[in-house]
């Protein structure tokens, strides 16, 4: 069976220190990969997904990068945190060519940059 | 535009109650998939159900019943008999043919007391 693993699941970070989450997924293969953050009660901005190794697209321009080493490992990475780069961030896989396929996520990792 | 919205921001209802989560969805594509995900308080989002645009037929499962109505552009998410392990955020999510990114609504948050 598939499962996906992310860390870690909290995360306090200084403004202006750099950050590096990480997503696997177990039991695919050629997964797409999906980063969103989730803001305070608000709902779910999809950041970054990847259809393969080194093909990265960004949904909306920020201060955050991503990277898919590996095919079943994606990082989400900043260089300089800022105070709205705080949020509940979670990795999601869905089956590569799977018309309207569902997405499965991981537990998140909660981010506070103070 | 392709959009989902949950006009619902919270619901509160106490044990065995009937509870209905509204979501309306935008979209000009003819095939076009919907989701429900389940986000307890750990976090991570527990996929429900997806239904496609040709199948509009009611689904059941146990206490869950969804009411999906493209005449309203509607799939309406109902809970019979509430628990307290049903409290959490749930988000309506919509995709397309031609893509496998997930638009989400904001979410409802369903509060159950007992």
């Known amino acids: 069976s598939q499962t996906i693993h992310q860390w870690p699941a909290t995360l306090v970070q200084p403004v202006g220190s750099p950050l590096s989450l990480e997503c696997t997924v177990e039991g695919t293969s050629n997964p797409n990969l999906y980063w969103y953050r989730q803001a305070a009660g608000r709902g779910l901005q999809l950041l970054f997904y990847s259809v393969g190794i080194g093909q990265i697209s960004s949904e909306v321009p920020q201060n955050l990068s991503a990277s898919r080493p590996q095919d079943r490992q994606f990082i989400l990475s900043s260089k300089k945190l800022l105070l709205s780069d705080s949020g509940f961030y979670l990795c999601?896989?869905?089956?590569?060519?799977?018309?309207?396929?569902?997405?499965?996520f991981g537990q998140g990792t909660r981010l506070t940059v103070v | 535009a392709q959009k989902v919205t949950q006009a619902q921001t919270e619901i509160s209802v106490v044990e065995k109650e009937d509870v209905t989560l509204d979501c309306v969805y935008e979209?000009?594509?003819?095939?076009?998939?919907l989701f429900w995900y389940k986000q307890p308080p750990s976090g991570e989002l527990v996929f429900l159900i997806r239904r496609n645009s040709f199948d509009e037929q009611n689904e059941i499962s146990g206490r869950y019943s969804w009411n999906f109505q493209k005449s309203t552009s509607s799939f309406n998410f109902t809970i019979t008999a509430s628990q307290v392990v049903d409290s959490a955020v749930y988000f309506c999510?919509?995709?397309?043919?031609?893509?496998?990114?997930?638009?989400f609504g904001t979410g409802t948050r369903l509060q159950v007391f007992p």
């Open positions: 999510a919509l995709t397309f043919y031609n893509t496998d990114k997930l638009i």
């Open positions: 979209t000009r594509d003819t095939t076009y998939y």
């Open positions: 999601a896989w869905s089956v590569t060519g799977g018309i309207g396929a569902e997405a499965f």
